[in-house]
């Protein structure tokens, strides 16, 4: 059975590119434009994987890890953040395991944090 992805990101242009790319790691992808929208899906998909943005509107991804974390039914998803700043205090959230920079090769960061995430699907 295929693990389950969200991506949310306001920038089509990303939200594509991380979905083709998880979609062709074997995931089966939703995508949300901002954390409202993830909150919404998270209820009816249960992904075992977010990868989401840090500024978008309504909700940023910080306060989408916030809800995240303060849920027993979806504290325990891994988090992706992907960042344009690589000073942003929050960055060093313990509620995301990893942090990709959008100025750096997204698939590349994405691949290697998935390996570590995933180990035993990193083999098959």
Known sequence: MPFTALVVDD???????????LEGRGFRVEAAVDG??????VKTIHPDLIVTDVQMP?????????????SPDTAHIPVVILSRKRFHPELKSEAARYVIFKD????????KALDEIFPAAATS
């Open 11 to 21: 920038s089509m242009l990303i939200r594509h590119t991380v979905c083709r790319f």
């Open 36 to 41: 409202l929208e993830a909150l919404q899906i």
């Open 58 to 70: 309504r909700m940023d991804g910080f306060e989408l890890i916030d809800a995240l974390q303060a």
């Open 104 to 111: 750096i090769d997204i698939t590349a960061e994405l691949g």
